[in-house]
C-alpha cells in the first residue's frame, strides 16, 4: 500500500497518514503494543519486586526485591546497545545476530518487519520479555548470592544465553521454521528454569537454617505481587502477535483460563494431600498455569487451554511436591522458590502440549500457511499424522536445544565469575541478611538475623549517693 490507495477513500482527518504516522502505521496496533508493552513491564517492576521482596524471609527482603529491580534496569541498557541485535538483527551465525546498536531515529520509527508499528514498538516489547526472563532466574538464588556476582552475571547471561535462545527460535535462527513458541515457552520460561537451577548449583546453598526455614515476611504482598504477575499476562500473550486482532483476543482468554484452572489444581492436591490449601500452592498454580499456556496461547483451543491447566496445575505439583523431596538430584541443588519446577517443568510442558493441540487454522493465522505443521492431535483428523508427529519431534528438538544451551553457558559464566568475586556471601552475612549485603532493612524490627547494637557508653563520673556523703 502507499499514498496513491489512499485517493480512492474519504478517511477520517485522524486515519489520514502524515509524517508523524506514515501510511504503514496501525494507530491501533501501536496502542495496543504499547499498552501490552507496558503491561509486561509492570509484571517486573513492581510486580516481581514485590513478589520476591514479601516472599523471602524477612531478612532477606530487601536483598531479593533489589536483585530484581537492578536486572530490569541493567537489561534495558544492554538491550539498546548490544542484545536486541544480536537477538533479533542480521545473522552473525546460525546461532545469533550480530552485536550492534539499537538507538538510531532511523531505526527505531522504521516499520517493524513483524507488523505495523514502529520497530521502538518491537525493540521494547522484546526488552520487556528479556528483562523478566533474568528476573525469573533470580528466583533460584535468593537469599545467598552475592550482589557483585550478580552485577556482572546478569549481563554476561542475557548476551550469551538467552540472546542465543531468542534468535535461534524467534530471531531467524536455524529452529525458526520448526518450532512453535508464541510468547515464549522455551525462550523465557524453560530458558530461566534451567539457567536459574544451573546457577543455584554453582552458587551453593542458603545458609542452614534459611534453607530449613524460610517462611515469607508478607503474604498479603506476595499475593499483590502475584496480581501484578497474572495481570500482566495479558499483555505478555496478548501483545505477541503485534496486531490488535482475533488470535490477541484468543490468547489472553486462554491465558487467564489456563491460570485460574492451574490454581484450582494445585489448591485441590493440597487439600488432598495436606488437608489445608496454600496461599503459596495458589501462587505457584497460578504461575505454571501461566507458562504452560505461553507456547501455544493463540494457537490452541479454549478447552485446550482447559485441559493444559488441568495437567499444569499438577504434573509441576507433582515434581516439587513429591519427586523434589525424594530425588537425591533436587535435595542437592537448593532452588529457592522452585523456578525449577514453576518455569521450566511448566515451559517444557507448554511446549509439547502445543505441539499436540495446535490448531491448524489457528496457526495460519498467526504465522501464515504452511509455516508450521498441525498439532499431533488435528493431524489424527486431516490425515496429516505424519506432519503432526514431525511437529511435535521439533517441539522435542526445541526443548533439548534450550535445556542443553542454558545449562552449559550457565555454568561457564558462573565459573567465570567465580574467578573474579566470590558467588555465595560469606558465612557471617548469610547470617545477617539485608544489613550485611546493603545496610538497610525491610522492617523496624529486630530478631531475625540483624546486627544487636552495641549499648553506649557513657562518660559520666559516678556519683555518691548523698546518704553515703553524711556517713563519710
Known amino acids: 500500500m502507499n499514498d496513491y490507495s489512499y485517493e ?16 504503514w502505521n496501525n494507530k491501533a496496533d501501536n496502542a495496543w503494543q504499547l499498552t501490552a508493552t507496558t503491561m509486561v513491564c509492570l509484571q517486573s517492576v513492581p510486580g516481581l519486586v ?10 532477606w527482603a530487601v536483598n531479593s526485591a533489589f536483585m530484581a529491580f537492578y536486572a530490569f534496569a541493567v537489561v534495558l541498557v544492554c538491550w539498546v546497545l548490544w542484545a536486541h541485535q544480536m537477538a533479533f538483527g542480521s545473522a552473525l551465525i546460525p546461532l545469533m545476530g550480530k552485536p550492534d546498536v539499537a538507538l538510531s531515529e532511523k531505526y527505531l520509527l522504521e516499520q517493524s518487519g513483524d507488523g505495523k508499528v514502529p520497530m521502538a514498538d518491537y525493540v521494547f516489547f522484546q526488552f520487556a520479555f528479556a528483562a523478566i526472563t533474568v528476573v525469573l532466574l533470580a528466583g533460584s538464588l535468593l537469599g545467598r ?5 550478580w552485577m556482572i552475571f546478569v549481563p554476561l547471561w542475557l548476551t550469551f544465553s538467552y540472546t542465543i535462545g531468542a534468535f535461534a527460535i524467534w530471531g531467524g535462527g536455524f529452529l525458526e521454521p ?11 520460561h524453560l530458558s530461566s528454569g534451567v539457567a536459574g ?56 482468554v486462554n491465558t487467564h483460563l489456563c491460570a485460574a484452572t492451574s490454581l484450582l489444581v494445585w489448591v485441590s492436591l493440597d487439600m488432598i494431600v495436606y488437608k489445608k490449601s496454600s496461599v503459596i500452592g495458589a501462587v505457584q498454580g497460578m504461575i505454571t498455569g501461566l507458562v504452560c499456556i505461553t507456547p501455544g ?42 523456578v525449577f519446577h514453576t518455569h521450566a517443568v511448566a515451559g517444557i510442558l507448554g511446549g509439547l502440549l502445543s505441539g499436540l493441540l495446535a490448531k491448524p487454522n489457528l496457526l495460519t493465522m498467526m504465522y501464515g500457511p504452511d509455516k508450521h505443521g498441525p498439532g499431533l492431535f488435528y493431524s489424527l483428523f486431516n490425515g496429516q499424522i505424519e506432519f503432526g508427529f514431525k511437529q511435535f519431534g521439533y517441539q522435542i528438538v526445541g526443548t533439548a536445544f534450550i535445556t542443553a544451551w542454558n545449562a552449559i553457558v550457565t555454568s561457564l559464566i558462573c565459573i567465570f565469575v567465580s574467578r573474579l568475586v566470590n558467588l555465595r556471601m560469606n558465612a557471617d552475612d548469610l547470617e545477617i541478611g539485608d544489613d550485611a549485603a ?17 549499648p553506649p557508653r557513657l562518660r559520666i563520673p559516678p556519683r555518691i549517693p548523698s546518704i553515703c556523703c553524711r556517713l563519710i
Open 297 to 338: 496461547a493463540g494457537i490452541v483451543e479454549p478447552w485446550g487451554a482447559l485441559l493444559m491447566g488441568a495437567m499444569s496445575g499438577s504434573i509441576p505439583w507433582y515434581t516439587m511436591m513429591v519427586l523434589h523431596r525424594r530425588l537425591v538430584f533436587f535435595q542437592s541443588v537448593d532452588d529457592t522458590l522452585g
Open 197 to 252: 537451577f544451573t546457577a543455584a548449583y554453582w552458587v551453593g546453598p542458603r545458609h542452614s537454617r534459611d534453607r530449613h526455614n524460610f517462611p515469607p515476611n508478607n503474604i498479603i504482598h506476595m499475593l499483590g505481587g502475584a496480581g501484578f504477575l497474572w495481570l500482566g499476562w495479558t499483555g505478555f500473550n496478548g501483545g505477541s502477535p503485534l496486531v490488535a486482532g482475533p488470535i490477541a483476543a484468543l490468547a489472553i
Open 438 to 454: 546493603h545496610g538497610e532493612e525491610a522492617y523496624a524490627l529486630w530478631g531475625d538475623g540483624e546486627k544487636l547494637p552495641k
Open 178 to 188: 520448526y518450532i512453535i513458541d508464541y510468547a515464549g515457552g522455551f525462550v523465557i
Open 145 to 149: 548470592m552475592n550482589f557483585y556476582a
Open 8 to 23: 480512492h477513500f474519504d478517511l477520517p482527518e485522524a486515519l489520514q497518514p502524515n509524517e508523524a504516522s506514515p501510511w
Open 50 to 59: 514485590i513478589l520476591y521482596g514479601s516472599m523471602v524471609k524477612k531478612k
